[in-house]
């Protein structure tokens, strides 16, 4: 029990006992109940000692509760023929020794007082008749009613906390959703959720561009697009303007109302009052929006899809949920490599510099200083593996400049310059794909600075969505013969499959290695389906 709690407690105890005080000889003194007076300077003192006591802090025992009811019980019972409004006072006791000892404290309390009145009234009374009884027993309730809310206070406010909370309730949680699994015809991947919003819309609207837009980094990030080829007169350029669409779609998410322009449109994904997702597209040149009727439409799209979106929230969150599962694990791996192993590793460096300063022989020196360099070489590459699991790209990092801050740090360790050129708008991919692309970059640069004994790497990163070119490319001596127990390269191209990028490793022209990474509109999604020319803008 925390010392702020404690005094919490001894406050209220004693407004308590002042309170019931003010509430007794306010009506005595109104009456002017002379022969109550007596007994009120009595309970005065024994709830003054109680209240000094609380305010003392002195170590109140079960023992000096009980002694405390009781005599609040017999002082009450002396005037209660002629004062039986004293027996208010009844339901005092019950509250402070639960306020200390809980429910238990409220038992023995109640008894204890029980004990003093009904004593008291037989010694000296005579008994308990018919009034005085009722009295008795109505107070005696209404102690046990502040007693039971007092106890509750003393078991939920001194509780101790519990670390693992949190755990248990995520656990609960997890095997509810491993539980609902199996209901999830749909799957969870948001794509494939958005992919059928999209086939759902086109159904309704003779739409040659359409895309779902999801709001990210405080604003809309496009997760998926499918456009119609539509043939054009010669000299026109087609009315589909993707960079219209996301604008309007940004207006729609601060309206929160379907909208259009020309013939541009976008309207809302709801599912319980918030917006999930907006999808805006163009309409085919060759209709108006008149014609087809479009505003109508967009309403009746909006509330027949509301399915449809509590399925894309729910893909939404459960990658949320396992970005931020595999960031807090990868985080966890790099404090226990820097604070663990890179601090071990380093102190045999300096153990091995000792050896070298007492080395008895030139040749046992030339040992010991290929030893060093063997260690320092572990250590570079366990920093380097501290900063692969460290870097991401967070809500205020663009993709271009996490790649910017891999490279500043791998050159800083490596002594390799790296130059990096970016050319990226403020439209951003989504969180995973950011990521992923990111992972692919880092891992191609430190495969550069560790393998290719290179003097020189350029990265060049352009990011228009939903479009992405990346290019890393170093001066070293090119792809050698692979190990049988590298991975690396086909961890890259696992991570390039699950973003819908193509990724091509191989040797530049010029000489060195030639690392290039792409997401492009025609690649990604050119063969889904046969009647449309469907691009994924983000996997």
Request: charged fraction near 20%; aromatic fraction near 4%; include cysteine.
């Amino acid at each position: 029990m925390g010392s702020a709690t404690s005094r919490a407690f001894g406050r209220l105890a004693v407004a308590a006992r002042v309170f019931v005080l003010l509430a007794l000889v306010g009506p005595a003194l109104w009456a002017r109940d002379t022969a109550s007076f007596p007994a009120l300077v009595a309970l005065a003192v024994v709830l003054g000692v109680g209240a000094i006591a609380a305010q003392q802090r002195w170590q109140l025992t079960a023992s000096s509760d009980l002694l405390e009811a009781t005599a609040v019980g017999v002082v009450v019972a002396l005037p209660a023929e002629t004062s039986p409004g004293l027996l208010a006072a009844l339901a005092l006791p019950p509250f402070l020794s639960g306020l200390r000892h809980g429910n238990r404290g409220v038992a023995e309390a109640m008894t204890a007082q029980l004990i003093g009145v009904v004593a008291t009234a037989t010694l000296v009374g005579g008994g308990i008749e018919g009034g005085f009884g009722v009295a008795i027993f109505t107070w005696t309730v209404c102690g046990l009613g502040f007693g039971l809310v007092a106890g509750f206070l003393h078991t939920f406010l001194r509780r101790e906390p519990d670390s693992v909370a949190g755990y248990r309730e995520a656990r609960q949680l997890l095997r509810e959703l491993l539980d609902l699994s199996g209901d999830l015809s749909s799957g969870l991947d948001p794509v494939s959720q958005a992919d059928s919003l999209l086939i759902a819309v086109r159904d309704e609207l003779p739409a040659c561009d359409l895309a779902v837009h999801v709001p990210q980094h405080d604003g809309l990030t496009p997760l998926t697009r499918s456009r119609v080829s539509t043939e054009t007169p010669e000299g026109e350029s087609p009315t589909a303007d993707p960079e219209q669409s996301a604008r309007l779609a940004e207006r729609v998410l601060a309206t929160g109302r379907p909208l259009t322009r020309g013939q541009d449109f976008a309207f809302p994904l709801t599912a319980g009052g918030a917006i999930v997702a907006v999808v805006a597209g163009s309409l085919s040149e060759r209709l108006s929006p008149d014609q087809v009727g479009l505003s109508t439409r967009l309403g009746a799209l909006s509330r027949s899809l509301s399915a449809d979106a509590v399925r894309l929230e729910a893909s939404l969150l459960f990658g949320q949920l396992r970005d931020a599962a595999t960031s807090e694990e990868r985080r966890r791996l790099a404090r226990e490599m820097h604070d663990g192993m890179a601090q071990e590793i380093a102190s045999m460096g300096y153990f091995v510099d000792g050896l070298i300063a007492a080395a008895e022989s030139p040749e046992q020196g030339t040992q010991l200083l290929l030893l060093r360099e063997s260690i320092t070489s572990v250590v570079a590459e366990v920093r380097r593996s501290v900063l692969t699991l460290r870097s991401a790209v967070d809500g205020s990092d663009s993709l271009g400049a996490a790649i910017g801050g891999v490279a500043r740090h791998l050159s800083a360790l490596s002594g390799v310059p790296i130059s990096v050129t970016v050319d990226e708008g403020t439209v951003r991919l989504r969180p995973e794909v950011e990521a992923e692309l990111m992972r692919i970059t880092q891992e191609a640069l430190n495969n550069a600075v560790r393998h290719a004994q290179a003097s020189r790497i350029d990265v060049a990163c352009e990011v228009s969505p939903p479009e992405v070119s990346i290019t890393v490319r170093d001066n070293g001596r090119g792809l050698q013969q692979k190990r049988v127990d590298s991975h690396g390269l086909e961890i890259m191209q696992e991570r390039a499959r699950l973003v819908g990028a193509t990724l091509d490793i191989g040797n530049h022209p010029d000489g060195g290695a030639l690392v290039s990474l792409r997401i492009s509109g025609d690649a990604a999604r050119g063969a889904a389906v046969s009647d449309h020319d469907r691009e994924s803008v983000l996997p």
